[in-house]
């Protein structure tokens, strides 16, 4: 399979849910990403939830109607499984209508489609004026590429190879740029794992690292958004 091949999360599929396995990392940064998501600000508030693969952030909301889109028919049937209402749609182009969404989260989502500025744009669409845009993605860096690829991909269990095709990495100023075109202005900061949990989960004391740090934040705010970074903000007007 080519880099960056959707199908990849099909064959993964039995990973979505263990906390332990391959997409440990998704479960802490969805955990990070409702930390400034935060409640519903009404019941029944439309969260649209951009590339939800198999709904990790359904746990840490509260009080939203949780709508995932998604290209794999696999991760919706798992999201689905927890509460998500599925989609099948691409990024770039969403199925829904304009500034229908209170909340918009783009998690792990716009490195891997071949157009971010229009996964941005279509976001930033369904995105209802004093809405809330939140994603968090990879820089596009050698120090992120180095990390994520060729460091990442050669560590047994760390990441699946070929997960991510590094020629899609965004900029962490075009893409605030790109926000700020389409109404949003947002903030930016890094993320990184803490050094415990991330040893032990790489030296697959798994379990340990689940039992230890499943109820704690395991990513942290960093000033550097030269890998892994956060950016959110609200839509204007
Ligand atoms: C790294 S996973 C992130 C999943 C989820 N947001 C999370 O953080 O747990 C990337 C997801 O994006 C989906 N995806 C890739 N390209 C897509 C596209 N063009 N439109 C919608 N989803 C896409 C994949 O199927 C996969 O579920």
Redesign the pocket.
Known sequence: MRR?D?RQ?DELSAE?WRPDGT?AM??W??RA?AGLIGAAPRPGALLV?????????APHLSGFTHL?????AT?LRLAAAHGVVPVR????RLPLRDECADVV?????L????DWRA?VAESCRVLRPGGLFVA?TLADTWISRTLTVHIAERVPGAAPKG?HDPALYVPPRALAAECARHGVRVSLRGLRPRFGPLVRWLTRSRRRTVTRDGDAEVMVPMRSVSVLYQAWGRKSG
């Not at 939830?49 to 952030?57: E, P, Q, T």
């Not at 749609?89 to 770039?92: F, S």
């Not at 989260?105 to 989502?109: L, M, Q, S, T, V």
Request: charged letters at 15%.
């Open positions: 960056n959707p999360y979505w997409f998704l479960h940064l969805a990403r939830d951009v590339g939800c693969g198999g709904g990790l952030l995932g889109v998604d290209l794999g991760g749609g691409d990024a770039a989260a783009a998690g792990e989502i490195e891997h489609v071949p996964a968090d997960m």
